[in-house]
């Protein structure tokens, strides 16, 4: 069977991401790292209209800190590279949502097992917040950064940490890089302390569902893990096929499992409605943005078969092994999407995006509709084949256009909106792990 490279034919009900060539993974992961990143752009100012600055400076920092270090200890046993070195923490900033390719410009240098720099010649996050003014800079900048780094960092060693050379606000404007940071074991200090919701989340499906590799890679060439040295210069296209599906994957879980941290900052410091509103709010946001990016990433147009598409590979409904999505077009004018049992569905508490499911049309499925095909309808009818809910797609050309809820507007705020990504480098010939 012949790998895509883009999605511009028809739409195939039993592709998978493994259906992909290299060049098309490797793309499609940068726009998955890119929307986990962004998902803070909708979630974020949300709880800042309802609680205020100094609220949404606090859910950032106990966000991060109750996600980032789950999901860097998973992608550090998918891809082979569990340590307790600098090297470690340097091969996970390459592979977190928190670092999204280009967007955010990170540049190592890796000097000792226990010492190495990063800086950022260009960071999206900066020039998104740098028209707001150095209050809101050094909110982000020092008063975040601090202890979720050193939170990210202890993933590997409890008494690893991050400290700035320089950071903004910057002196003088317009200084490049934008930042510089130190990266170092101090055997000196306690061992750093994890943020009390990090247990919670860790309870979660989430943080227990297991990604299973593919026997195969349906395409040569690639490193097989990322075990070896770490390569300062590493992208997405040196991995194998089968290292970069399970890699995306891996990337789409971390956003559930920064947008369940999110819910339980919000829920421990006010209300479960406040946080299931605001979690309501990111989701559509998100899910509106990411459809759109990945319309014109693969190729796909603005037909109901390019919603069936969209919906086939949005990253909100991925890994599979935890959200059970199906579409299928049951006619050339009905699309079906339904979701079975499956442990986004078996979460016992109410921060997954998907506790918000129920029997009546759900906005984030009407936003990624809406964003593909303005005359797009979302309906709820009876689920069947095993599935939990089931929604039909339909196009009503005679009907109002979808208008996009605030949530949507607000996403289109970051440049990130509208980042166009660059391929740096062609896909690795050489097979194999690191040496």
């Not at 598409?309 to 959200?323: E, L, N, S, T």
Request: glycine residues 6%; charged residues 25%; proline residues 7%.
């Amino acid at each position: 069977m012949a790998l895509r490279d883009d999605y511009t034919g028809p739409f195939d009900p039993g592709l998978t991401l493994e259906g992909f060539s290299r060049q098309a993974l490797a793309d499609l992961g940068r726009e998955f790292l890119l929307a986990g990143h962004l998902q803070d752009r909708v979630g974020l100012p949300l709880v800042m209209g309802r609680f205020g600055d100094e609220a949404m400076t606090e859910v950032s920092i106990e966000e991060w800190m109750a996600a980032s270090p789950i999901y860097s200890e998973r992608i550090q046993k998918a891809m082979g590279f569990v340590g307790d070195t600098v090297e470690t923490v340097f091969k996970n900033i390459q592979l977190d949502i928190g670092a999204p390719h280009q967007f955010m410009d990170f540049a190592y240098r890796l000097d000792r097992p226990d010492y190495g720099e990063f800086w950022l010649a260009y960071c999206g996050a900066l020039m998104d917040v740098e028209p707001f003014g150095e209050e809101r800079v050094f909110s982000m900048c020092h008063t975040v950064e601090d202890p979720t780094f050193d939170a990210t960092a202890a993933a590997a060693n409890p008494r690893m940490r991050i400290r700035p050379i320089h950071r903004p606000p910057r002196v003088p404007a317009h200084r490049m890089p934008h930042c510089r940071w130190k990266v170092f074991i101090d055997e000196e200090a306690a061992p750093f302390e994890q943020h009390e919701i990090l247990a919670v989340n860790r309870g979660s499906e989430a943080a227990r569902v297991t990604i299973e590799r593919p026997s195969n890679d349906a395409e040569p060439g690639g490193w097989t893990d990322y075990s070896g040295d770490f390569d300062p210069h590493c992208q997405l296209e040196d991995f194998s096929h089968s290292m970069l599906v399970v890699a995306l994957e891996e990337v789409a879980l971390q956003s559930h499992l920064l947008a369940r941290a999110l819910s339980l900052s919000v829920t421990r410091r006010w209300t479960e409605k406040d946080a299931r509103a605001i979690a309501l709010g990111q989701w559509i946001g998100i899910a509106a943005l990411t459809a759109e990016r990945l319309r014109d990433a693969l190729g796909i147009g603005d037909d109901l078969e390019s919603i069936a598409k969209v919906f086939q590979i949005h990253p909100c409904f991925r890994p599979r092994a935890y959200v059970d999505l199906r579409v299928e077009l049951a006619s050339p004018e009905r699309l079906r999407v339904s979701i079975g049992d499956c442990p986004a569905l078996a979460e016992s508490d109410h921060h997954s995006w998907f506790s918000s499911l129920g029997e009546e049309p759900h906005p984030a499925l009407s936003a990624i509709s809406g964003a593909i095909h303005p005359y797009a309808r979302c309906r709820s009818v009876p689920a069947h084949e095993g599935a939990r809910y089931a929604w039909e797609i339909t196009i009503d050309a005679n009907g109002p256009a979808w208008k996009p809820p605030p949530e949507v507007a607000l996403a289109k705020i970051t440049k990130g909106a509208t980042w166009h990504f660059e391929r740096r480098r062609l896909p690795r010939g050489d097979a194999g792990a690191r040496s």
